[in-house]
């Protein structure tokens, strides 16, 4: 009995990595455009809005201005996506709270971000949601799921871009036309993925696939113990980030 049992937990653990890209490879589609519809509060599902109103008011006090509320449409499969866009004039920041609907109910996070003359890029979020096919190089991010305000969020962003991009300005966006960052943005993960080999454009051009490559990665990633080891890695990561930063902040009080 013992035997077979060690001779059957391989077999079984082969057959879920060799068939879970299969799965993963024929389920999954990105969507080529971001066509962004603007809307009321008033027109988001009922949970998603009282969100928004929330974190719609505390950006409010941190000197964020609203560009908007907007329908994102079906991004990924079965996902329905919006987003709040905000951008501080004064500091050219941009923050977003991105919301969606999903077959196990609604879920959001909230992002602070800014954009320098050299293409970089820092964003700061709540997100706990690893990713799982490969970040982009010119953007440093910075997650922080027990984050819930803000205020604090913004602290860290700062303290953040501090320390990555010393003596950089970052660049804003014309008036009226902040949105369309934050589509750039969207769009730019399926051509971005496409050049590296993990995605592919479909037939009609409306959404990117992923190639063997990229569903091999995805679905990998995402089975234990591979998730339970990034989640471990990253926390850690971030911890020490954090300790980092009040090390920074207590230096340079004593130097004060």
């Known amino acids: 009995m013992l ?14 990595y060799g068939l879970t890209p299969l799965v993963v490879r024929s389920a999954f589609r990105v ?3 971001c066509n962004l519809e603007r809307i009321t509060l008033e027109q988001l599902p009922q949970a998603i809005s009282q969100e928004f109103r929330r974190r719609i008011s505390e950006f409010a006090d941190l000197g964020f201005g609203l560009v908007g509320v ?4 079906v991004l990924t499969n079965d996902t329905r996506s919006y987003v709040a866009y905000f951008c501080h004039h004064g500091t050219n920041e941009f923050a977003n709270v991105t919301a969606m609907e999903t077959p196990i109910g609604p879920a959001s996070y909230f992002e602070i971000s800014s954009r320098f003359a050299d293409g970089s890029s820092i964003e700061t979020n709540t997100n706990r949601v690893l990713p799982f096919l490969l970040a982009n190089p010119a953007i440093r991010v910075f997650r922080f799921p027990s984050v819930d305000e803000p205020f604090t969020l913004l602290r860290l962003h700062r303290q953040l871009t501090e320390k990555y991009a010393p003596g950089l300005c970052a660049l804003g966006e014309p008036r ?7 589509a750039r943005t969207m769009e730019g993960f399926g051509p971005r993925l496409a050049k590296t080999g993990h995605l592919q454009l479909t037939d009609d051009g409306a959404a990117y696939r992923l190639t063997w490559k990229g569903a ?3 679905a990998w990633l995402g089975l234990w113990p591979v998730t339970f080891i990034r989640k471990a890695v990253h926390r850690h990561a971030m911890h020490m980030e954090m300790q980092s930063l009040q090390t920074r902040t207590e230096a340079a009080l004593q130097k004060a």
């Open 176 to 182: 009226d036309m902040e949105i369309q960052r934050y």
């Open 70 to 73: 907007f329908d994102c449409g």
């Open 216 to 218: 091999a990665r995805t």
């Open 31 to 33: 969507a080529a455009r």
């Open 3 to 16: 035997e077979s049992i060690f001779w059957i937990a391989p077999a079984v653990a082969a057959a879920i």
